[in-house]
């Protein structure tokens, strides 16, 4: 088989995420090498050997591997078939080097939900406009690796903070065509954004970036029930472009906007 060398790489409007990295390689071999920047390594198919700090490491199914910035690592394939992995490239407002000496000593992560979650986490981030969802999930992504890396007793779940969230749904209904960063409604309430999803969440049953993309694409129905075109809609209620609309109108409806708008 002819060796494969597939990738794509972008830097998202997401604090925090230097970069995201998708590739398929069949025979490279990574030599020795640092990065400044956390990296957040899920593999979809294949698998990949690694030498960290001396110490050999793999990526079997449902691992999270999370490398610490500045310590020297390579990685090769584990199969002939290759690898196809993702890749997060995250700086320290995210996750603080204090917690570089707990992955050193364990970078491999078995946990099926939090593989779910950074999964989640890619999809959310490879679609502009929903940078609300891309950086909720990564919030809570970062909780659980802290909690993962620094374990201690398992706190009781906490009542929802109903107070706290009602002023995000505020703020959301304020800001329904512009939007807002996590990081800004977080400032104006005065909360940890982790704690702010989680309120807000528990207390509606609801993730805010669901409730914001249901009420724009609410406003959405009744402007393409008067007449108005799919690409106008899309900007007048917050969305990105027409295609933007399309996906979240299609996962809310069932249908696209046009088919709407013509039954």
Request: glycine share 8%.
């Amino acid at each position: 088989m002819a060796p494969q060398r597939e990738m794509s790489a972008w830097r998202p409007s997401i604090p925090g995420v230097v970069e995201v990295f998708h590739a398929h390689y069949t025979e490279y071999a990574y030599p020795m090498h640092v990065h400044e920047a956390w990296t957040l390594l899920i593999v979809d198919d294949g698998a990949v050997r690694y030498d960290l700090d001396r110490h050999e490491h793999g990526t079997p199914h449902d691992t999270v591997s999370l490398l610490p910035p500045h310590i020297p690592h390579n990685g090769a394939p584990a199969t002939e078939h290759g690898f196809r992995k993702r890749v997060l490239y995250l700086d320290s407002s995210r996750l603080a080097d204090d917690l570089i000496g707990p992955a050193v000593d364990g970078p491999d992560l078995v946990d099926p939900v939090l593989r779910h979650r950074v999964g989640q986490l890619h999809t959310a981030l490879a679609h502009p406009g929903d940078e609300l969802e891309a950086d909720s999930r990564l919030t809570l992504i970062a909780e659980r690796l802290r909690g993962r890396l620094r374990p201690g007793p398992v706190p009781r779940p906490p009542r929802p903070d109903r107070p706290l969230a009602h002023q995000l749904r505020e703020l959301l209904d304020e800001r329904l065509v512009e939007g807002i960063a996590l990081d800004e409604a977080a400032r104006l309430v005065h909360a940890h954004p982790a704690h702010l999803v989680r309120a807000f969440s528990g207390a509606f049953g609801i993730a805010p970036h669901q409730y914001l993309m249901s009420r724009r694409v609410d406003r959405a129905r009744r402007l393409l029930l008067d007449g108005r075109p799919p690409g106008e809609v899309a900007i007048t209620t917050g969305f990105y472009d027409q295609s933007h609309l399309t996906r979240q109108f299609r996962r809310l409806v069932g249908v696209t906007p046009g088919r709407y708008a013509r039954s």
